[in-house]
C-alpha cells in the first residue's frame, strides 16, 4: 500500500507546485519591471499626484504596503506609526554626511530631503547605488517620471536635474528608510525584501547627456512690420518634446512667441516662423533681439541672442525742375542803319 501511494502523493505535490505563480522575487527586479510599465516609465506623467503619492504607488506595487505619512522637510513624520519601515538615518546641513547616509541605501529605500535645489521636500525611491554614484526614482510636476542619475562627485549640485543639490546648511537634510515587511506584490505572489545592506542593484550607467545645437540662425524678408525667424536644430540624446522663439526689443523682454511640439525623429531638422503668422506686428525703425529655444524632458535648453532692424522707409517729394525759358526772338531790322566810325571808335561827322 505505501507504494501505491507514492505516485499520487508526489503528482499532488507537483500539481500544487505548478499551480503557484512565480513572481520576481528581488526588489531590483521588481523595481526594474515597474519603471517600464505604463505611467511609471519615464517621461510619463503619473497621474496620481506628484512626488509623494507617486512613490507610495510604487511601493505598493513591490512591497505591498504604503511608506509613512506626512512629508515634513527631510523627513516622513508618521514613520513612527508605520511598522512596514525603519529609519536607518537622519542628517542636516552638511554634504559629506548625507553622502555617507546614502552610501548605506540600497534599491527600493525611500528618501526624504530638501536642499538648496528643493527648498520645501521632496519624496523619492532609490532604484540604485554603485561605486560611481546613485540613482532615484522619482515624479515631479515639472518633469514628470524619471530616474536620475549622478556620479557621488555631482550629486550635490543641480547637475542637469539629476544632482540632489547642496545641503550645506541647517534647514537643508536627508533621511534615508527601508521597508521590512514580508508582503504580496501587486501581482499576488510572495516577496520577501533582500536583508542584506548591498543587495544587488540595476546597473547604472553614465547618463546620457542631451544636447541640442542651433545653427544656421537668421532673420528674413525683413519689413516694416514683419520678419521670418528660422534656424537648423541637431541635438544628441532624447529627442525634443517642443521647439520655438523668444522676440523682444530689448535683451531682457524677450518672450516666447512661436512654438511648435515635434513628433517627428528627424535630425538635424529645420525651424521657421513668420512673426505676422505668430501674432506680432513689428514697429518700423525698432531693433529686435530674438532666439531659439528647444525643450528636452522638462529642460529648456536656448540658442545665443541675435538682432535685427525693422527699417523706415522715408517718403521723398519728387524733385522740382525750374521752368525752362525760350528768348523771344527779335523782328528790329538793323539793314538801313549808317554811321561813319573813326579810326578810334568815335564818330567824326
Known amino acids: 500500500m505505501f507504494k501505491k501511494r507514492v505516485l499520487p502523493i508526489f503528482l499532488i505535490f507537483m500539481m500544487v507546485f505548478m499551480a503557484v505563480p512565480v513572481y520576481a522575487n ?35 506595487k513591490i512591497f505591498g504596503v ?19 519601515w525603519v ?55 515639472s518633469y514628470g517620471v524619471k530616474i536620475r542619475s549622478s556620479a557621488w562627485s555631482s550629486v550635490f549640485s543641480w547637475n542637469g536635474g539629476n544632482g540632489l543639490g547642496d545641503f550645506e546648511g541647517s534647514r ?30 540595476p546597473t547604472i550607467s553614465t547618463p546620457v547627456t542631451n544636447k541640442v545645437n542651433f545653427s544656421n540662425i537668421k532673420a528674413s524678408n525683413i519689413s516694416e512690420t514683419n520678419a521670418k ?27 516666447k512667441v512661436g512654438s511648435d511640439k515635434i513628433n517627428h525623429s528627424k535630425n538635424p531638422f529645420d525651424m521657421w516662423y513668420d512673426l505676422n503668422k505668430c501674432g506680432v ?34 517718403m521723398t517729394a519728387p524733385e522740382e525742375k525750374p521752368p525752362k525759358i525760350t528768348a523771344p526772338t527779335s523782328t528790329v531790322d538793323f539793314s538801313n542803319i549808317k554811321a561813319n566810325i573813326g579810326v578810334q571808335g568815335v564818330q567824326t561827322r
Open 26 to 60: 528581488s526588489t531590483v527586479e521588481r523595481l526594474t519591471e515597474i519603471s517600464k510599465t505604463g505611467s511609471y516609465r519615464e517621461g510619463s506623467r503619473w497621474g496620481g499626484g506628484a512626488c509623494w503619492k507617486f512613490v507610495n504607488a510604487v511601493s505598493t
Open 87 to 141: 529609519t536607518i538615518g537622519t542628517t542636516n546641513g552638511n554634504n559629506d554626511q548625507v553622502k555617507a547616509l546614502l552610501q548605506q541605501a540600497q534599491a527600493g529605500d525611500i528618501i526624504q530631503y530638501c536642499s538648496d535645489v528643493v527648498k520645501s521636500q521632496h519624496t523619492a525611491m532609490v532604484y540604485a547605488k554603485s561605486d560611481w554614484g546613485i540613482s532615484i526614482y522619482d515624479h515631479t510636476e
Open 229 to 255: 525667424l528660422s534656424a537648423s536644430v541637431s541635438y544628441s540624446g532624447t529627442r525634443p518634446s517642443e521647439v520655438g522663439i523668444y522676440l523682444g526689443n530689448s535683451t531682457g523682454s524677450m518672450r
Open 281 to 314: 506686428t513689428l514697429s518700423a525703425g525698432t531693433q529686435y533681439y530674438y532666439k531659439m529655444y528647444a525643450i528636452v524632458n522638462g529642460k529648456e535648453f536656448t540658442s545665443g541672442t541675435k538682432n535685427f532692424f525693422a527699417p523706415i522707409t522715408i
Open 172 to 201: 537643508y537634510g536627508l533621511s534615508l528608510y527601508r521597508c521590512t515587511k514580508n508582503s504580496t506584490n501587486s501581482s499576488g505572489g510572495t516577496y520577501t525584501p533582500p536583508t542584506n545592506n548591498q543587495p544587488s542593484q
Open 66 to 84: 504604503t511608506i509613512p505619512l506626512g512629508p515634513n522637510g527631510y523627513s516622513l513624520d508618521g514613520v513612527g506609526s508605520n511598522s512596514n
